[in-house]
């Protein structure tokens, strides 16, 4: 089959964003689009001499990834109509490898939520069941890519903001190993935990994606130097030999069994493919969401400093003075779970509590990082876990915020230790996606794709939608 | 470690917010809901553990302290919300006039 030119695949995607109802009106997980101009860069993609890799390939990039032709909002209305002066180095790869940016994705503001109800711009709809969140923070980027508008997307994860949506809306996502991928223009939420992520509609998309934009970046301090390999060569490496681990902190009693059938089910998939299956134990795993609400708090607390009416955005004036004007710029253009986090970070860190609480969460951080060391020094290969507890959820049924933030128990051990994580999908309940997940070695991302790619072919068409 | 009025005032004073008196009782609830799910930690034993940023990027070099050349795409100008003869106009540190006003 002939690949469609850069113009024929914008075209359809425009097409498809259209009879899905992408906008408020609809879907919500399309913020920014430009028809014209992105039809204009198609052109030039097609006119190149020779065809581009990604020509076919539009993208759907999160709104807090900065773009040159698109508002970066990052989902608040304190970045309202902000357009970067700069593009992130991740979208500048992109377009390189003949990609085109077709819109920005909504997400929760600054990628804090998991469920991108925390939008300035109102919550994104799940495709295939629009009465359910499509996960978060990169609700967007996930439903974009499952309603078919775009292959691959761009999202971030601090916690599980790209694997979390990913399985929710029955695609794949990848938070590569903390130092992969180059942040430059991404907007800072927790600097120690923050990562680009792919979302693709398979595994062999979100591994073309993450070929292109991994590796050292000049403008990014914290990108690593470390070789990229061929990640879709791992389609047809064996699975003969390999360990799997299994942790039992991820497969607790309450689990639904129906999840755990569809873990037991992929993990005998492993088995017929010639792997062992081995129990292991990750024992902090129960302390993660605490460190997790402690350190990116903390972090965003800085963060999210720099908006203050003067160099960014929303400026809301009176006659009171300058730190009036603040005040009154941050408490107008931040959302409740943004001031939340921002309150809960700055006391943390106060005088009187840093010991107690942040501290003490960089230290119990430290023994789950080295929980994964020891399993990976034990000569497990690749971990195996369900992506989240359930399926996607309904659009307001969570209103506790602790009870939110659990959603991200299964994901942020991956960012807190800086581990390589994907999410793909490994079956159904009530009709609705479930995600499995592989975690790897700190940059044996080639070893998390290999495994990736044999659990999708085991399984099948019927593991996905 | 309960979470008092006077402690979220103090915090948000600190994040320049303002924040309402009926959010406040709110806030004052929700923090000390997640914080104490928080306790747990203080039962870990940590003596001996030593902590660092980010864990396991060895690979992360020393560089010198220097960055190569960053190439805006847009004009100062066209980035400023307020430009006047060539000045960035920011608001007063005090004032009693808004900056539109000021001659």
Not at chain 1, 35 to 61: K, S, T
Not at chain 2, 43 to 54: F, G, K
């Amino acid at each position: 089959m002939t690949e469609p030119t850069a113009v024929e695949a914008v075209t359809a995607s425009f097409a498809r964003m259209e009879a899905v109802r992408a906008g408020a009106d609809g879907l919500n997980c399309v913020l920014w689009s430009d028809r014209e101009r992105a039809l204009a860069q198609a052109r030039a993609v097609d006119a190149r001499a020779e065809r581009a890799p990604l020509a076919g390939y539009p993208v759907a990039v999160k709104d807090n990834i900065a773009t040159l032709d698109l508002p970066t909002t990052c989902g608040s209305r304190i970045l309202e109509g902000y357009v970067s002066p700069y593009e992130a180095t991740v979208v500048s790869r992109l377009r390189a490898a003949g990609s085109v940016v077709l819109c920005k994705t909504n997400c929760d503001e600054f990628a804090m939520g998991s469920s991108n109800e925390n939008s300035a711009y109102g919550p994104v709809r799940n495709p295939l069941d629009p009465c359910r969140v499509p996960g978060g923070s990169s609700g967007g980027s996930a439903a974009a890519v499952a309603a078919g508008i775009a292959r691959i997307a761009l999202g971030s994860e601090t916690g599980g903001s790209v694997r979390q949506p990913a399985a929710f809306c029955g695609v794949v996502g990848v938070k590569p190993t903390y130092g992969r991928v180059s942040r430059f223009g991404l907007v800072a939420f927790a600097s120690s935990l923050d990562q680009v992520g792919v979302l693709g509609r398979t595994v062999d998309d979100a591994a073309l994606g993450m070929e292109v934009i991994a590796g050292r970046d000049p403008y990014d301090s914290t990108s690593a130097d470390c070789p990229v390999p061929r990640y879709r060569e791992g389609a047809i490496r064996s699975m003969r030999g390999l360990t799997i681990g299994r942790p039992a902190e991820y497969f607790p009693a309450s689990l639904d069994p129906r999840v755990t059938a569809l873990c037991d089910r992929a993990l005998d998939a492993f088995r017929a493919l010639g792997a062992q299956v081995r129990d292991i134990s990750l024992p902090h795993t129960d302390l993660a969401i605490p460190v997790y609400y402690i350190v990116a708090p903390a972090e965003a607390s800085s963060n999210l400093a720099r908006f203050d009416g003067v160099r960014y955005g929303l400026r809301v004036m009176g006659d009171d003075g300058l730190r009036a004007m603040y005040e009154r710029t941050r408490s107008r253009g931040f959302g409740p779970e943004v001031t939340r986090r921002v309150l809960l970070g700055t006391y943390v860190l106060s005088a009187g509590y840093y010991d107690a609480y942040y501290k003490k969460a960089q230290e119990v951080r430290a023994c789950i990082t080295d929980d994964f060391r020891r399993a990976f020094a034990s000569g497990v290969d690749v971990i195996f876990t369900p992506t989240t507890p359930s399926p996607a959820f309904e659009l307001g049924a969570k209103s506790d915020p602790y009870e939110m933030y659990l959603n991200d128990i299964f994901t942020c051990t991956a960012n807190l230790s800086g581990v390589p994580g994907i999410s793909l999908p490994i079956g159904h309940v009530d009709h609705l996606p479930i995600g499995g997940q592989l975690l790897a070695r700190h940059f044996d991302e080639a070893g998390m794709f290999a495994a990736a790619y044999a659990l999708e072919r085991a399984l099948g068409e019927d593991a996905r939608r | 470690m309960a979470v008092t009025r006077d402690d979220v005032a103090h915090v948000a004073g600190l994040a320049r917010l303002a924040i309402s008196d009926e959010r406040m009782t709110e806030l004052v609830e929700q923090l000390n809901a997640i914080l104490g799910h928080m306790d747990v930690l203080q039962q870990v034993d940590t003596r001996h553990v030593e902590t660092t940023a980010q864990e396991g990027n060895e690979s992360l070099p020393l560089r010198p302290d220097a960055g190569p050349r960053f190439e805006m795409q847009r004009t100062l100008e066209q980035m400023a919300p307020e430009m006047r003869g060539g000045f960035f106009l920011v608001p007063r540190l005090s004032t009693h006039e808004d900056v539109s006003d000021a001659s």
